[in-house]
């Protein structure tokens, strides 16, 4: 599996919309890649509260109701298609119907298709920013692809171990991490990223954001780790591609000839095991 990180520079002297359609050009230009994965909340910026409101938008369903797609939605699902790539567009500010805010991540398969949504659970800011803005999701989300499974997490969550293990239970062997990490805590980033590696024996891929929007320097540095914890490619500060070829089956190999999995006495029970 080849997969493409796009560490996009969020810089609010662009608008929008221009950035809209240069990150869709820009997925477009990853037609050699199975896997393209985009920051958190990259059309507006992270931190750049103030825009939230106004650049809402709803999220298509997979449930089969019909719903509109928002301009983000539209414009990432063509350029997967036109890529023929599988696509996380990482996240975008959801309008849901009840007019409740979500930060919540897509994924577009190679036919345009949406496949998955996923509502950050973990809202960081503390009693302001996000944590009050914005509601919380509450369900774990895996999506299958050729050779192996996706688990879903959001920049924050990276700080909360239990999710990680639940998304290995539910069948993740590849761990993707949308964010929008601050530059003054990069070394956090780059711990917890191999951390959750090491512990769940599967690759993440964390793509951060670039650039300074709303007063707060981005950390960039977007990692791929394997499954044994060691660093496959790791970004600069600015803008860039980082592509990297995966070997699926490395993770079943990793967990084979280290079984620490199967020795856990604590926390949460496994989906096959029964009292």
């Known amino acids: 599996m080849r997969a493409s990180l796009l560490q996009i520079d969020v810089n609010q002297q662009e608008s929008v919309e221009s950035r809209r359609e ?17 920051p958190e909340l990259w059309h507006v910026g992270a931190f750049a509260y103030e825009s939230f409101t106004d650049h809402a938008e709803p999220v298509p369903t997979a449930d089969g109701a ?4 928002g301009p983000t ?15 996380h567009a990482g996240s975008i500010v959801e309008k849901a119907p009840d007019g409740t805010l979500f930060n919540t991540s897509l994924v577009f398969g190679p036919d345009g298709a949406f496949h998955r949504s996923y509502r950050k659970i ?18 774990i989300v895996t999506v299958g692809v050729p050779d192996t499974v996706i688990g879903l997490a959001t920049c924050y969550d990276l700080r ?11 069948g993740a062997e590849l ?28 690759y993440v891929l964390a ?33 860039e591609v980082l592509t990297v070829q995966l070997d699926p089956e490395r993770v079943a190999r990793t967990r084979e000839d280290f079984p620490a999995q199967r020795d856990r006495m604590l926390g949460l029970p496994d989906p096959d095991r029964r009292p």
Not at 22 to 38: C, W
């Open 160 to 170: 909360f171990p239990e999710l990680f293990r639940r998304l290995t239970m539910a």
């Open 207 to 239: 793509c951060c954001s670039a650039g300074t929007h709303s007063g707060v320097e981005q950390a960039g540095h977007s990692l791929v780790v394997d499954p044994w914890g060691e660093v496959l490619a790791e970004g600069g500060t600015g803008e």
């Open 73 to 87: 939605s539209e414009a990432m699902a063509a350029a997967a298609a036109d890529a023929r790539v599988w696509l």
């Open 22 to 38: 240069r990150v869709a050009s820009l997925v477009r230009a990853q037609s050699d890649a199975d896997l393209v994965v985009l």
């Open 175 to 202: 761990l993707v991490i949308p964010a929008g990490w601050p530059a003054r805590r990069r070394e956090h980033w780059t711990l917890l990223s191999r951390a959750r590696a090491v512990e769940n024996q599967a």
């Open 66 to 69: 019909e719903a509109p797609l």
């Open 122 to 139: 973990h809202r960081f800011g503390f009693d302001k920013g996000e944590a009050v803005m914005m509601g919380a999701g509450d369900e």
